[in-house]
């Protein structure tokens, strides 16, 4: 599967962004598809994941109540709507797949995927 993140911007805080992740190949590649971003000098952290079949959903705390995630089975793609955003949440933001789900909260830890798209730049401004 070939994942395609796209939607970071720069926005001041307080702000909205909503990032894309257009996924191709086999539906069957992606059961799992997560958000990690990445802060300078820090290290990769799960934003977001959601679960293809069942639309089960996680969040990191940091995170919850201000960020949803959803899929759009007809075009491929997963979201991630941020609302209220935090100059802390500036990073680049990662969309990763595998192809078999996890169980629960453990879809946050990055040693599960291998197929990454590119990053997408989310810079907030205080």
């Known amino acids: 599967v070939q994942l395609q993140a796209s939607g970071g911007g720069l926005v001041q805080a307080g702000g909205s962004l909503r990032l894309s992740c257009a996924a191709s190949?086999?539906?069957?590649?992606?059961?799992?598809i997560a958000w990690f971003r990445q802060a300078p000098g820090k290290e990769r952290e799960g934003v977001s994941c959601?679960?293809?079949?069942?639309?089960?959903?996680y969040f990191t705390d940091s995170v919850r109540g201000r960020f949803t995630i959803s899929r759009d089975g007809a075009k491929n793609t997963v979201y991630l709507q941020m609302n209220r955003l935090k100059p802390e949440d500036t990073a680049v933001y990662f969309c990763?797949?595998?192809?078999?789900?996890?169980?629960?909260?453990?879809?946050?830890?990055?040693?599960?995927?291998?197929?990454w798209g590119q990053g997408t730049q989310v810079t907030v401004s205080s």
């Open positions: 990763a797949a595998r192809a078999v789900r996890v169980p629960g909260r453990t879809c946050l830890n990055s040693m599960h995927f291998v197929n």
């Open positions: 190949g086999s539906s069957l590649d992606y059961q799992l």
């Open positions: 959601i679960s293809r079949g069942t639309g089960t959903t």
